[in-house]
């Protein structure tokens, strides 16, 4: 089964400043998708980004970006230009596509997250 | 609003109780998955459902069972509640695969006492 694991239960970021939140994934697949999802104080899980595990191109949604290293299994999310709003807990997932893997397919796995903290 | 309603938003209920969590997933969305949130087990996987059928099944314990209806809309019902239990219950949907992410429900924030 594949784990996704999040080193950094918290990061404190000053606003206007950039802050790196890292993520590390163990699995045996060669396809597969990785996404950052927020989690404001609402609680509610929104999608920030995601990147295709064939794509090499670094995926980019405005002030965040990804830095995927396939080899090193290694996905972290860049938050430039940090707001206020950017404050909430980031959670790194992990999505198989291979369809033979029937006990994760279709099922996202979650890292602990990480709780990002902005600073006026 | 994501597009995905949980009803209720809150439960509070006793030890031993049953409830039910409904869920109703954004208009075109075929797969329905429930996620159990709680402070020591993070988000953990529970099942998933495609156009009515069970698909992918978690750490799900068996007391706890789903089902998606005809309409797609989803139940989740918890029996014999513990203490344990106490968590926020999402539930998400997606077009089929899920690979363009999944968009998730605002929560079923469930406390047993």
């Known amino acids: 089964a594949q784990t996704v694991t999040q080193s950094q239960p918290e990061m404190s970021v000053q606003e206007a400043e950039t802050v790196t939140l890292s993520c590390t994934y163990d699995?045996?697949?060669?396809?597969?998708?990785l996404f950052w999802y927020k989690q404001p104080p609402s609680r509610q899980m929104i999608l920030v980004i995601r990147?295709?595990?064939?794509?090499?191109q670094n995926a980019t949604e405005n002030r965040f970006s990804v830095n995927f290293q396939k080899a090193a299994k290694s996905f972290s999310l860049k938050i430039s230009d940090s707001q206020l709003g950017d404050a909430a807990m980031y959670f790194c997932a992990y999505r198989s596509v291979e369809r033979e893997a029937t006990d994760s397919w279709g099922k996202l796995q979650f890292g602990a997250g990480t709780q990002v903290v902005v600073t006026p | 609003d994501s597009g995905v309603t949980q009803t209720p938003k809150h439960l509070i209920t006793a030890t031993g109780q049953r409830v039910t969590l409904r869920c109703s997933p954004r208009s075109g969305d075929l797969s329905v998955y429930w996620y159990q949130q709680s402070l020591d087990q993070g988000l953990q996987f529970l099942i998933q459902?495609?156009?009515?059928?069970?698909?992918a099944k978690g750490n799900i314990l068996e007391r706890f069972s789903a089902q998606q209806f005809p309409d797609l809309h989803s139940e989740l019902n918890l029996s014999s509640l513990e203490l344990g239990d106490s968590a926020l219950y999402f539930c998400?949907?997606?077009?089929?695969?899920?690979?363009?992410?999944?968009?998730f429900g605002s929560g079923t924030r469930l406390t047993v006492v």
């Open positions: 459902y495609y156009n009515g059928e069970e698909r």
């Open positions: 699995t045996s697949e060669s396809d597969y998708y």
């Open positions: 998400a949907s997606s077009r089929s695969t899920g690979l363009d992410g999944y968009t």
């Open positions: 990147q295709e595990a064939y794509k090499q």
